[in-house]
């Protein structure tokens, strides 16, 4: 059995030159942005990913560079992983 190759997340866009994937996150309020750039930070130190943010009182701009001289399958799993910490987890979860 063959893994699948991934797709772009929804919501980004990708760019060749140079190699990077971006998205815009917004969120409903200042207390919002910031419990979710938390969840970031914590993503960051177990992945060793970084990635560069430019933020305001309700969004937030991601910017992922490629892994390598053009975005691999890798990178497109990376931006996965971050839109995944966007989304609200159940009540009770």
């Not at 910031?34 to 305001?56: H, K």
């Amino acid at each position: 059995m063959t893994e699948t190759e991934p797709t772009l997340a929804p919501g980004w866009q990708a760019q060749q030159r140079p190699p990077l994937l971006t998205r815009r996150f917004e969120f409903g309020s200042y207390a919002e942005t910031r419990a979710w750039l938390d969840t970031l930070a914590g993503w960051s130190e177990r992945s060793g990913v970084y990635p560069d943010l430019n933020f305001g009182r309700t969004y937030v701009n991601v910017t992922l560079g490629a892994q390598g001289s053009a975005l691999q399958p890798e990178d497109l799993r990376l931006a996965a992983e971050v839109t995944a910490l966007a989304v609200p987890s159940p009540v009770g979860a």
